[in-house]
T-cell receptor, first 112, second 114 residues
Framework: KQEVTQIPAALSVPEGENLVLNCSFTDSAIYNLQWFRQDPGKGLTSLLLIQSSQREQTSGRLNASLDKSSGRSTLYIAASQPGDSATYLCAPDQTGANNLFFGTGTRLTVIP | DTEVTQTPKHLVMGMTNKKSLKCEQHMGHRAMYWYKQKAKKPPELMFVYSYEKLSINESVPSRFSPECPNSSLLNLHLHALQPEDSALYLC?????????????FGSGTRLTVV
């Protein structure tokens, strides 16, 4: 069974800092990987999708990379803002059928 | 309309009650999903519907009964739940089950079983 670990579990940074969130997964046979954010008590918002053939994707201040062979993905957030405070979840898709298996999450707090 | 709408937002039910959670989308998505999320844990997949047919049941107890009456609506019928079933229940949809475009989550129903 796929195991997905995210490090760190929690992170607190001052506003304006660049930061990196890490995701590792045990089974590298994935079709793609998504990064989501979740605000407290809310649903999830899809941030970035990386297909298995890609190495990175960018959206605004966010950049996600994927090293499938080593079972790792990172989410880079540039110039962090208080509005970025949320839990960030990575989710590899092993089946190609869009059945996501979520990581443990990183709870980010950006201090004004 | 680019949303997945879940109702109710909050639900408190007794262990002998029967209740239903509702999920609706009007984006033309043909895959719909139910996830369960316990506090401080990641979401866990429960059911997947593809073209209104149940395609995945992740060994969920029979006290949870999904239903997809049409392509826009997904229900989760609850009966004889246990207190440990208290969680946030999330619905999601995507274009198709093998097409990641537009994977959209609802805001969830927070369920408390007393």
């Amino acid at each position: 069974k796929q195991e997905v670990t995210q490090i760190p579990a929690a992170l607190s940074v001052p506003e304006g800092e660049n930061l990196v969130l890490n995701c590792s997964f045990t089974d590298s046979a994935i079709y793609n990987l998504q990064w989501f954010r979740q605000d407290p008590g809310k649903g999830l918002t899809s941030l970035l999708l990386i297909q298995s053939s890609q190495r990175e994707q960018t959206s605004g201040r966010l950049n996600a990379s994927l090293d499938k062979s080593s079972g790792r993905s990172t989410l880079y957030i540039a110039a962090s803002q208080p509005g970025d405070s949320a839990t960030y979840l990575c989710a590899p898709d092993q089946t190609g059928a869009n059945n996501l298996f979520f990581g443990t999450g990183t709870r980010l707090t950006v201090i004004p | 309309d680019t949303e997945v709408t879940q109702t109710p937002k909050h639900l408190v039910m007794g262990m002998t009650n029967k209740k239903s959670l509702k999920c609706e989308q009007h984006m033309g998505h043909r895959a719909m999903y139910w996830y369960k999320q316990k506090a401080k844990k990641p979401p866990e997949l429960m059911f997947v519907y593809s073209y209104e047919k149940l395609s995945i049941n992740e060994s969920v107890p029979s006290r949870f009964s999904p239903e997809c009456p049409n392509s826009s609506l997904l229900n989760l019928h609850l009966h004889a739940l246990q207190p440990e079933d208290s969680a946030l229940y999330l619905c999601a949809s995507s274009v198709r089950d093998r097409d990641l475009r537009g994977y959209t989550f609802g805001s969830g129903t927070r369920l408390t079983v007393v």
